[in-house]
């Protein structure tokens, strides 16, 4: 079993929280706290961990809609694409390697 950490949870939290929003590199957060840089390194990741949502995870009500109104765009612009396409051959037959 590992001895108690002699950081608190809170100390903890607020040092990962001052790496993730610093423009200064994890070891540098690290040598301002007076902490080991890849301690620090590894609440860091262990936060962001948690802060994943579980790939089996459901989508909320806002995320489908984003989907479904991606998906309508998605179809919309594949449409423009297809008529954009036949009305250049149409209207460049050289592009379609036919004779002028």
Known sequence: ???????????????????????????????????????????????QKQQEPAPDAELTVNERARLRELERRNRELEMENSFLKKAAAYVCPEQRGLPV
């Open 1 to 47: 079993m590992a001895p108690p950490s002699k950081y608190s949870p809170e100390f903890r939290e607020e040092a990962v929280q001052i790496a993730l929003r610093s423009s200064k590199t994890i070891s540098e957060v690290a040598r301002e706290l007076e902490l080991n840089s890849e301690t620090l390194r590894g609440w860091v990741k262990k936060y």
